[in-house]
């Protein structure tokens, strides 16, 4: 691979986020503590060195930044106060960027402006296209029954056609962060056999987090996990099951048992961090890109309406209800359409697909190195 020197590289990680890293003097010891660095990895050094020498391409290339689950040991054992922790954190966002065709993501991460305005944009929008909806097709004072203010089946298809459209812009950056860490500049590039052999790994640690269990402290995986495993739960249930959750207003145990647990889940986690960040209680809060904080406060806007919600519509107050779900709606829309593809829950797609390369890529060695040898006449052939 060709190697290009950009001298503004830092700058433009530091506008990311990233920690000192003129600072960094490459003693290592980062990487030493480092629980995730085995093997052929070396981060985080190695990536502060490619920035601190302006390798984009260098970079660009690796799934190391994706490998770091923020435990923070590196940052509290710099002796430098690079705040290594922290840059790797930046180079993820960096990477967010780099894979996101759209450009919209770079706008959003250096600017928090860009990300504000265009939250409250599409959640007005949204609330506008909802109420001409509701007011166009039913009653304000209807929850369900044909006169519905919005009717369950119309909100069902709607679901659908956005999480289709996330669907396509998610797997179209996914596979640039194929290329770009996989294929792109290699001439040894994995074989299929590779690929499937691995091919489990992505549900195991898109469910699991489990890379995150190795640190030292378990806490933070616990509650990634939580969040995890109720951000999945509310997902199936609006995919799948809308028309039951929306029914009653008796409540269907079948369904609404696992929309309880999963709204405590994101209640739950989302105050956890808003505490940790506020009182900085553990090294990856210490500190808070704007990009977290529009990421905790959609979740907990959408959690909270989402409950209140439910109880006013349980409560026979359907006027309530029904005004309670568009602005449930106005935070839903846009922490589907601009926070998923384009800023932090991007990384719940990246980070598995990051650690089943990570291992394509080693399997695919290890199979070039099993293979025999050219004799000297095949050798001369080729
Ligand atoms: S970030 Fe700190 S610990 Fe890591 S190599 Fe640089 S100076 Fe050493
Ligand atoms: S934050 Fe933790 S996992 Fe990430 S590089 Fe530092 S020590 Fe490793």
Not at 26 to 39: D, F, K, Q, R
Not at 111 to 132: D, M, N, P, Q
Not at 217 to 233: C, D, K
Not at 330 to 345: D, Q, R, T, Y
Request: charged content about 15%; some cysteine; overall charge neutral.
């Amino acid at each position: 691979m060709a190697v290009r020197v950009d001298p503004t590289l830092v700058a433009e990680l530091e506008e990311f986020g990233a920690g000192d890293m003129k600072a960094c003097f490459n003693c290592g010891n980062c990487t030493a503590v480092c629980p995730l660095s085995e093997g052929d990895t070396a981060f985080p050094r190695r990536m502060i060195r490619y920035a601190q020498i302006g390798q984009r391409d260098q970079l660009a290339s690796h799934l190391e930044p994706w490998l770091c689950y923020y435990c923070g040991d590196c940052s509290t054992t710099c002796p430098r106060e690079a705040e290594p922790g922290e840059t790797m954190m930046s180079m993820r966002r960096w990477l967010t960027a780099k894979y996101d065709f759209t450009g919209i993501s770079r706008l959003f991460y250096r600017s928090w402006k860009w990300e504000v305005y265009s939250i409250i944009l599409v959640a007005i929008l949204t609330g506008i296209a909802f109420l001409a909806v509701g007011f166009s097709v039913g009653s304000i004072d209807q929850y369900g029954g044909p006169d519905a203010f919005l009717p369950s089946s119309g909100v069902h298809i709607f679901d659908w056609v956005l999480a289709s459209v996330l669907l396509a812009l998610l797997l179209t950056n996914c596979a640039r962060m194929w290329y770009f860490t996989t294929l792109k500049g290699r001439s040894a590039r994995p074989g299929l056999g590779s690929y499937l052999r691995n091919v489990h790994l992505l549900p195991l640690h898109f469910f699991t987090q489990m890379r995150f269990a190795k640190c030292s402290a378990r806490r933070p995986w616990v509650i990634h996990l939580i969040l995890m495993l109720s951000y999945t739960t509310m997902l199936v249930l609006i995919m799948g099951f809308l028309p039951q959750m929306w029914a009653g207003p008796e409540i269907d145990w079948r369904v609404h048992v696992f929309g309880y647990l999963a709204t405590i889940g994101l209640l739950f986690t989302t105050v956890f961090a808003v505490r940790g960040r506020t009182k900085k209680l553990e090294p990856h809060y210490q500190f808070s890109h704007e990009s977290d904080w529009m990421f905790l406060i959609l979740l907990f806007v959408v959690a909270f309406t989402g409950i209140l919600q439910h109880i006013l519509h349980r409560s026979g107050l359907d006027v309530a209800a029904n005004i309670t779900y568009v602005v449930h709606m106005m935070g839903v829309v846009p922490m589907l359409a601009l926070e998923v593809p384009f800023s932090k829950w991007a990384h719940l797609f990246y980070r598995p697909l990051a650690v089943y390369l990570a291992d394509v890529q080693t399997d695919a060695a290890e199979v070039r190195q099993r293979a025999p040898s050219p004799t000297p006449g095949e050798a001369a052939a080729g």
